[in-house]
């Protein structure tokens, strides 16, 4: 017997009556309901659902959340969302998300990975990064783009310390053409997610971290279809003049230059 699931069954079964009695729900409401979600799960998009109701981002938030554990100095946890690919490849410095070619602003990312326990450097922790290009798409959703381009797992070196370049990535809309969609448009709501670049950060010793960062002034930052927008993941963003640097990047227009430090929680 799974009395969990007997208990959260209950407690939902409450809530669910409260809203029909509060808001006089119909039988014809009902039977349309049933209908999107057979069509939801036909169609394999319960985990989207879950997504723009903001339920993933609040068990995220629970599970990982400073409430947690106490540990107010890490860095913000955030979904993993369905676009991940494993093994990725290993990126060697200087670490380059894209080839020299890739459409869209420029951007070198530095900064170091940290331990919650001391503040201290860590070396050799691996960053997985994968974004989407300046028109919203990953790899995997577009056929004019190589292989894992825009993913990569890069390591930290001996100060903790890591930098690449890349491109601004693009905002992109979830889901529009399936049930989801439907359920969004039927509400008005867009199903834009603002631009983001999603990051898998390990280190020997400490909890993986999951997590974005996100373009700032992006004109969806206030209204993610899924709620995931956190302050402390925002990037700060400046234009650089540094010319050895573009060299060395192989940089010949303007770009951006933003740092982040993740840090980790000590195990
Ligand atoms: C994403 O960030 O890649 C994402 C998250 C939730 C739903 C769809 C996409
Ligand atoms: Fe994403």
């Known amino acids: 017997m799974n009395e969990r699931l007997l208990i959260l069954t209950e407690a939902l079964s409450k809530e669910v009556k409260k809203v029909i009695n509060d808001y006089k729900v119909t039988e014809q409401e009902l039977l349309r309901a049933i209908d999107f979600l057979n069509e939801t ?3 394999n998009e319960f985990h989207l659902l ?3 109701l903001g339920i993933s981002v609040e068990v995220n938030e629970l599970t990982h959340g400073v409430h947690h554990d106490h540990h107010e100095n890490t860095t913000s946890y955030n979904v993993e969302g369905p676009l991940y690919r494993d093994e990725a490849p290993l990126l060697n410095r200087p670490v380059k998300l894209c080839g020299d070619d890739e459409p869209g602003e420029i951007l070198l990312l530095s900064g170091q990975v940290l331990s ?14 994968w974004q ?29 310390r890591y930098e690449f370049k890349t491109i601004l990535p693009g905002a992109y809309e979830i889901g529009r053409g399936g049930p989801v ?3 969004l448009k039927a509400q008005a709501r ?13 280190a020997e010793d ?3 971290l999951t997590t974005m960062l996100f373009v700032p002034d992006d004109p969806y930052i206030d209204s993610d279809t899924i709620g995931a927008v956190k302050d402390s ?3 700060k963003l400046n234009k650089s003049y540094d010319e050895e640097l573009a060299k060395s990047y192989h940089i010949k227009d303007h770009f951006f230059i933003s740092s982040f430090d993740f840090i980790l929680r000590a195990k």
């Open 41 to 43: 799960g036909k169609q």
């Open 116 to 129: 919650s326990k001391d503040g201290s450097p860590l070396a050799n922790a691996i960053l997985d990064v």
């Open 132 to 160: 989407a290009n300046e028109h919203g798409y990953y790899e995997n959703q577009d056929p004019d783009q190589e292989e894992f381009n825009l993913r990569g797992r890069l390591q930290t070196d001996e100060e903790g």
């Open 206 to 208: 400490h909890t993986p």
């Open 190 to 202: 867009h199903a834009w997610r603002p631009a983001h670049i999603h990051f898998k950060v390990t």
């Open 233 to 235: 993941l925002i990037l």
């Open 50 to 52: 879950s997504d723009v």
């Open 181 to 183: 969609g439907e359920f």
